[in-house]
């Protein structure tokens, strides 16, 4: 059974301080994993796809990276408004759906 | 309106009775999804639609019914529902199932079962 482990699960950074949030995963050959953002009383909102290991995407202060087992969104000099819960999932090969897990909580204070 | 809305955006409804959340995209997508999210739980998929055509069905009760009438609606029919099933019910779409990954969500409806 394919599993999406986050951590940690809630995060809480000064303004400026950079970080780390982790997904690891389990799933045989894996066809894409996927970062999410989703801001309190709204629906997640898309923001990067990785599909083999070594690969990375940028967006503004995020960046996020894949190995065999996991995922990292580096979040440099955050802001406020980067204040949301981030959440991963992963895509199975000849699966159509996808595995999410339970999320990171991010919280930075100015 | 832009993107995936849906309606109500809050729900309060007993056991008994029946009602229906809608959702509706302009994206101008094939697929679309129905999901619930509980407190502490990852996202769960319910139910897929490809071309208006159901692909998947992930062991939903039955007390869930949905329906797409064609590629931009979506609908999910309550009935006799249970405390346990309140939660937010969020719609996605994406072009076509082969690009399931990138899925723009709508707000979601709260949904209270008393």
């Known amino acids: 059974e394919d599993q999406v482990t986050q951590s940690p699960e809630a995060l809480r950074l000064q303004e400026g301080e950079s970080s780390s949030l982790n997904c690891s995963y389990t799933?045989?050959?894996?066809?894409?994993l996927f970062w999410y953002r989703q801001d309190p009383g709204k629906g997640p909102e898309f923001l990067f796809t990785?599909?083999?290991a070594g690969e990375e995407k940028e967006k503004e202060r995020l960046k996020a990276t894949l190995t065999k087992k996991e995922s990292f969104l580096h979040i440099t000099a955050p802001k406020p408004e980067d204040s949301a819960t981030y959440l991963c999932?992963?895509?199975?090969?000849?699966?159509?759906?996808?595995?999410f897990g339970k999320g990171t909580m991010l919280l930075v204070s100015p | 309106e832009t993107g995936v809305t849906q309606t109500p955006r809050h729900l309060v409804m007993g056991m008994t009775n029946k009602k229906s959340l809608k959702c509706e995209q302009h994206?101008?997508?094939?697929?679309m999804y129905w999901y619930k999210q509980s407190a502490k739980k990852p996202l769960e998929l319910m139910f897929v639609?490809?071309?208006?055509?159901?692909?998947e069905n992930n062991s939903v009760p039955s007390r869930f019914s949905p329906e797409c009438p064609n590629s931009s609606h979506l609908f999910l029919h309550l009935h006799t529902l249970q405390p346990e099933d309140s939660a937010l019910y969020l719609c996605?779409?994406?072009?076509?199932?082969?690009?399931?990954?990138?899925?723009?969500f709508g707000p979601g409806t709260r949904l209270t079962v008393t």
């Open positions: 996605a779409s994406s072009l076509h199932t082969g690009t399931e990954g990138e899925q723009y």
């Open positions: 799933v045989s050959g894996l066809r894409g």
């Open positions: 990785l599909y083999s």
């Open positions: 999932a992963v895509q199975a090969p000849g699966y159509s759906t996808l595995t």
């Open positions: 994206l101008g997508h094939n697929a």
């Open positions: 639609y490809n071309f208006k055509e159901q692909t």
